[in-house]
């Protein structure tokens, strides 16, 4: 059988780079196919080479679609074909319905006026295929992500979708909204739709796709059929970082001290919808050169717990108490918490936490500029130097500390965000979701350095959906749901399944 | 021999390989520095040297000193990521007030100068207030600022023009630093009428002083290993700057020597270039433009410190206006109209961007004064106020456009 799609010996190169180097990949119909490679690797821009997003003439190789040779020039063209790209940054229009949204530039109408009674019916029976019980009148705006993911899945099938690409789907989702994903894509196979996913997380890959193909600097490192042998996770990551990883957590030394930080009686109302409380009498802790993980489901309240305790930066009605070092503090504002010694390193590193179009070294002192002023004067020398030491502590990949931080991959920019935050000098750190979308390689670093603060005794808060990390890193994990503790494991007794029956079971 | 050679020829490869690449990143300061002199010489050529004679030179601070000391605080403005349209309004509202304390009711300009920048930072307090604690976009507060403070110095004035200001007030934008060297005979020796040594002085010393910073601000960079400018543009783009320096200092010479508003400009342009440069406060402004989500994360007030740039704004708009009624000699209920435009043209042309966090003094300053050129140069050849505003908005859009070209062939 002739399969669906075979790219050829792809070569693309960018000034300077050779991103993909005669990259094969051959997609047989039917088949959920994974493509995993770290960060960087050229995984995305392969998929560009095949949407079309660089047209046919702008690299070297051919791509074979349904037995013909393709020449696709345009996003257009390639979805005329039924090739459909979904991002991993969404691309909804947050005020508009998901009627509107599933039929935007495809509007059912005559004559340029749009037929609304056929865009309901038909947004209806889309939404019945992807599961997904919302109005067709209801904004986006008002989803969460998951769902939001399932609108552009349905948005896919209602221009007749054949190859579906779905660019790291779940990297954002929670395990359950991620399972409910991964169960909607098996679901489609079965209808015959083919799917190339991008993922990092190789326990989904494993679980639905057929074939998995390993690209590493721009090249095919393998292809694996999980039909014919057994595909494991080690061998992936061996594939992709071309080097055996024996350990996914670097060692510790697990020594915890005093009691750093306390939190009590903590609850806080939600910041548009004053009626609606988002966190309920929240009480933990945390001890010097400890690493305390906050598990729980996306929209459990972990982010709103972290930022209504760094200086209300999210919240209303907020009250509890927070003692350091058995003190009570005042972390009413911002610059209070900081002063504190609290530090919040956030999930969204691009909106949250770094001036993209600033350099390395002015992100990294913005957290502390009088350390490196004089009466308000910013010392140029003393601020290079602090950013020199950060970038060689921390490993930060880049010519120099004078770059734009956009300039760097996702891996690096989230060591500047480290970086800052270590600057601010903490005593306690909150990092929500440190390693979210960054590669094996990078996340190991990261995990390195979390290691080497808590030696240096510092008290580490770490939300995480992913499991297996807060498993791998932690000491103590409190488990979180709707807004609440709902148990408190010690490293020994937790387990994947542990956590996931106390969240089911309250 | 031949392996030296063709090492020799690598180095000298890579050499012009970073020069280009530095080139290209810095395409924007260098192409508004050329930008000003092309214009320049095409107008000296087209004017017939009119251009560059003396008394025009002199008369083109004069007519551009408001515009640049609004253009320094806008800066601000538009590098937090804001808009202040009302300027124009706030300017001609402050010299109507100046105008009433001082020509009607006979007050003491030492009493009322320092009343009138006092009112100037209340209106931008006022304004910021809005914008940065109740987050009502600048554009809108402005907007109503812009109808607010016409209306007010149409009603201040009762629609009259109020003047004469008395000699001294006019003295703080038609005066003239008097010569204080005891070199009168520099004059009969060069066979000139007259010959200001403090303004030549001046110029040249300033020549100096520009040259030996950037000296040191180079050895200290190379300290850090800091990939600076190429060493070929240091010297080129400094000899030009000293030539311009001392020509035009010999040329005000020659006139009636400094003007008074020509010293508060270079002052307050050397400080708000200090203060956007090298101190927390100006750092913390380019952060909250750039990212203010990520800055107020960062502990960082960013209500305050936007609540700040619109009061500075308001006491440059005051000082402004100030200067052009002394200019005028008279307060007039149309003074300031329109100059909002002519302001914010300034600081885009100067490189700023229109969301916020990208943007230099400096830039800003010679925006300013392509502007003051364009305008002056079209009136000198007799080109009518239609043309002349057609030509403007183009020059404005050309500028922005090579902005977003750049920044696109870039990435």
């Known amino acids: 059988m002739t399969p669906l799609l075979e790219m050829r010996s792809i070569t693309k190169t960018f000034p300077g780079v050779k991103a993909l180097d005669s990259v094969n990949l051959s997609v047989k119909k039917g088949e959920i196919h994974a493509l995993v490679g770290e960060n960087g690797a050229g995984k995305s821009t392969l998929m560009k080479v095949l949407s079309g997003v660089y047209p046919a003439g702008n690299y070297e190789g051919e791509i074979h679609y349904e037995g013909e040779l393709a020449q696709f020039n345009s996003i257009n063209d390639s979805e005329d074909r039924g090739v459909i790209i979904i991002h991993q940054e969404l691309a909804l229009i947050p005020l508009l319905s998901i009627a509107e949204n599933i039929f935007l530039g495809n509007e059912r109408s005559k004559n340029g006026i749009v037929n609304w009674h056929e865009t309901f019916r038909s947004t209806e029976v889309l939404l019945e295929k992807v599961g997904l019980k919302e109005s067709p009148n209801t904004l986006v705006d008002s989803l969460g992500v998951g769902k939001q993911q399932l609108v552009e899945i349905a948005k896919a099938l209602s221009k007749d979708v054949k190859l579906l690409i779905l660019d790291e789907p779940t990297a954002a989702l929670s395990e359950s909204d991620s399972q409910a994903l991964l169960d909607l894509m098996l679901e489609l196979k079965e209808q015959g739709v083919t799917s190339i996913i991008i993922s990092h997380k190789l326990n989904e890959v494993r679980k639905v796709a057929d074939t998995v193909t390993v690209i590493r600097d721009g090249a095919t490192v393998s292809t694996l059929d999980a039909n014919k042998e057994k595909i494991t996770e080690d061998q992936i990551v061996r594939d992709m970082v071309g080097r055996d990883m024996a350990h996914r957590y670097p060692e510790r030394k697990r020594k915890s001290g005093d009691l750093l930080m306390e939190v009590d009686g903590w609850n806080v109302w939600h910041q548009d919808h004053a009626d609606r409380q988002v966190i309920k009498d929240i009480k933990f802790n945390v001890r010097a050169g400890e690493v305390v993980g906050i598990a729980g489901l996306m929209g459990s309240g972990r982010t709103e717990l972290a930022m209504s305790i760094f200086g209300k930066a999210y919240g209303n009605k907020i009250s509890g108490n927070v003692k350091i070092h058995g003190k009570p503090v005042d972390v009413s504002t911002i610059d209070k918490a900081i002063n504190a010694g609290l530090a919040y390193v956030t999930e969204d590193r691009k909106t949250l936490g770094l001036v993209l179009e600033e350099t390395i070294v002015k992100n990294i002192t913005l957290t502390n500029l009088p350390k490196v002023s004089t009466n308000g004067i910013i010392n140029h020398a003393e601020e290079t130097e602090v950013a020199e030491k950060y970038k060689a502590a921390m490993n930060i990949r880049t010519p120099s500390v004078f770059q734009q931080v956009v300039n760097l991959s996702g891996g690096n920019q989230q060591k500047v965000v480290l970086s800052k935050w270590l600057f601010a000098e903490p005593e306690i750190l909150i990092l929500d979701e440190p390693t979210r979308g960054i590669d094996v390689g990078a996340k190991y670093e990261i995990y390195g350095i979390i290691n080497e603060l808590s030696a240096q005794g510092k008290g580490v808060v770490m939300i995480s959906s992913e499991m297996p990390e807060l498993l791998g890193m932690c000491d103590r994990i409190y488990v979180m749901n709707e807004g609440a503790f709902v148990g408190e494991l010690t490293a020994k007794e937790a387990s994947q399944e542990r956590i996931m029956s106390l969240i089911v079971t309250e | ?411």
């Open chain 2, 1 to 411: 021999m031949e392996l030296s050679e063709t090492t020799a020829q690598a180095t000298a490869e890579a050499k012009s390989n970073a020069i280009g690449t530095y080139l290209k990143s810095h395409l924007r300061e260098y192409g508004l520095l050329f930008a000003l002199i092309a214009i320049m010489a095409f107008f000296q050529i087209v004017t017939d040297g009119v251009l560059l004679k003396s008394v025009n030179i002199t008369n083109l601070f004069l007519q551009n000193s408001y515009i640049i000391i609004m253009a320094l605080g806008m800066l601000m403005v538009i590098v937090a990521g804001h808009i202040d349209l009302s300027v124009g309004s706030v300017m001609g509202f402050v010299g109507a007030l100046a105008a009433i304390l001082i020509v009607q009711w006979g007050w003491s300009m030492w009493i009322a100068i320092p009343i009138c920048l006092v009112v100037g930072g209340l209106i931008g307090a006022a304004q910021g207030y809005w914008v940065a604690y109740w987050k009502i976009p600048s554009f809108i507060v402005t907007l109503a600022g812009m109808l607010v403070f016409r209306g007010m110095s149409l009603w201040l004035l009762d629609g009259q023009s109020v003047g004469p200001f008395p000699k001294s007030f006019q003295l703080l934008s038609t005066g003239f630093i008097p010569d204080m060297l005891p070199t009168g005979y520099v004059a009969d020796v060069l066979g000139l009428k007259r010959f200001n040594s403090t303004a030549f002085a001046a110029g040249v010393l300033s020549a100096f002083a520009i040259v030996w910073f950037g000296l040191k601000a180079r050895a200290r960079d190379k300290q850090y290993g800091i990939q600076g400018e190429p060493y070929a543009f240091f010297v080129g783009r400094n000899a030009i700057v000293s030539i311009a320096l001392v020509f035009i200092a010999y040329k005000l010479a020659t006139f009636r020597g400094l003007p008074n508003v020509l010293i508060s400009m270079a002052v307050l342009t050397v400080l708000y270039s200090f203060l956007t440069q090298n101190t927390t406060l100006g750092r913390r402004v380019y952060a909250l433009g750039g990212n203010i989500k990520a800055a107020k994360l960062s502990g960082i007030k960013t209500e305050r410190l936007t609540f700040l740039t619109f009061a500075n704004m308001g006491v440059l708009a005051a000082l402004a206006g100030l200067v052009f009624a002394a200019r005028l000699n008279t307060a007039t209920p149309k003074a300031g109209f329109a100059v909002e435009l002519d302001v914010i043209a300034a600081v885009f042309i100067g490189g700023a961007s229109m969301s916020g966090g990208v943007g230099k003094v400096i830039g800003a300053v010679v925006g300013a004064f392509i502007m003051g050129v364009m305008n002056n140069g079209m009136s000198i050849m007799g080109i009518g106020i239609d043309y002349q505003q057609m030509i403007k908005g183009l020059v404005l859009l050309a500028a922005v456009f090579f902005d977003v070209y750049n920044k696109q062939k870039q990435s």
